[in-house]
């Protein structure tokens, strides 16, 4: 079991080696070198699903190499587990961080600045027979876009910043991990998934929360809603606001749930399908139903959570709504990829 997570770690690690050190005119090549046949690649709005390696590269890595010159892979998490979703069945490697180039040429209608610019994401790689076969890759282009001196949601409840990584600074999973502790991690997961499943509890919101959060929790959220810290403040940022905009909402699973050490997450696609009800994010009713694709990392410390880390295709969700934020804020025309 321990061999096969550190196999499959040792393949995205060449993969990133590879692809980080690449020329442009090859990066479809490496792709294409470290991808099955059937390759399943879902990225955030406007790049969606992909299912060639050679469109992977010409859509999202050469376009984003042109554009951040010097591109640099600063990771601050790195871990790999076997996916609670299929029994167990699959192993996922993960790969949290930021992308850091100089931002010298034009990406998506956003204009470049010419400064350091940090490209927020998160990576996870399915691993089969040497090769990955799948990838969920979600990075907050709105994220990006405020570095580049746009607005594209009005103020947000909580903080705008350059997110950094865990507090314990041990999320580099490069080695062997203890197994009981990924256990543990899951199990946390999954007792905060039930606990907070059902927004009908008797138990204040706050009381709800302690019930798998410490009490000085960080959230690290998307932009256009931020990062919020301790329980009282992220009931009032995010949790309450978020609790009180939405109506008829789905849960929809995960296609991956795992944990390795003290570090576990999942994604769905899309995890959530909810109706807004007006004010959140300071957007309007719609009377429409939409999608919400998630990523979540977190940080065990104990038996609770103490850092979760937030990915949400804020993109495609409003996207959905009828807001193309991307090219209302740019001022260029609509791009998508489906």
Not at 123 to 143: C, L, Q, R, Y
Not at 274 to 296: C, H, N, Q, Y
């Amino acid at each position: 079991m321990k061999n096969d997570i550190q196999a499959a770690k040792a393949v995205v690690f060449d993969f990133y080696k590879r692809l980080d050190s690449a020329t442009p005119e090859v990066l479809g090549d490496v792709v294409e070198d470290h991808t099955t046949d059937n390759y399943l690649w879902r990225g955030y709005h406007p790049f969606h699903e992909q299912t060639s390696a050679t469109q992977v590269a010409h859509l999202f890595w050469q376009p984003l190499r042109n554009s951040l010159k010097h591109l640099q892979r600063r990771q601050d998490i790195f871990m790999a587990g076997r996916n609670e979703m299929d029994d167990f069945s699959s192993i996922w490697v993960v790969s949290m961080g930021h992308l850091m180039g100089l931002f010298d040429e034009p990406w998506l209608g956003i204009r470049p600045t010419g400064k350091i610019a940090m490209l927020r994401y998160c990576e996870f790689n399915k691993v089969e027979n040497g090769k990955i076969s799948e990838t969920a890759m979600f990075f907050d282009i709105p994220h990006l876009m405020v570095q580049a001196g746009l607005q594209p949601f009005p103020p947000q409840t909580a903080a705008q910043l350059v997110q950094p990584g865990p507090m314990s600074h041990n999320g580099l999973m490069f080695n062997e991990q203890e197994p009981t502790q990924g256990e543990t991690t899951l199990a946390a997961i999954n007792h905060m998934i039930i606990a907070l499943g059902d927004w009908d509890h008797e138990l204040s919101l706050e009381d709800e929360l302690r019930l798998s959060w410490h009490e000085d929790m960080t959230w690290w959220g998307p932009t256009g809603i931020g990062a919020t810290y301790t329980i009282p403040r992220y009931a009032q940022q995010h949790s309450g606001p978020f609790r009180a905009a939405f109506k008829d909402r789905a849960f929809n699973g995960h296609v991956c749930r795992m944990a390795e050490g003290e570090f576990g997450g999942f994604f769905g696609w899309p995890n959530l399908t909810l109706e807004p009800l007006g004010g959140f994010m300071g957007m309007p009713a719609t009377g429409k139903s939409g999608d919400m694709r998630v990523i979540d990392i977190y940080r065990r410390d104990g038996d609770k959570l103490a850092e979760n880390w937030v990915f949400i295709d804020l993109l495609h969700f409003w996207k959905q709504q009828g807001v193309d934020i991307l090219a209302r804020t740019t001022g260029s025309d609509a791009i998508d990829f489906y």
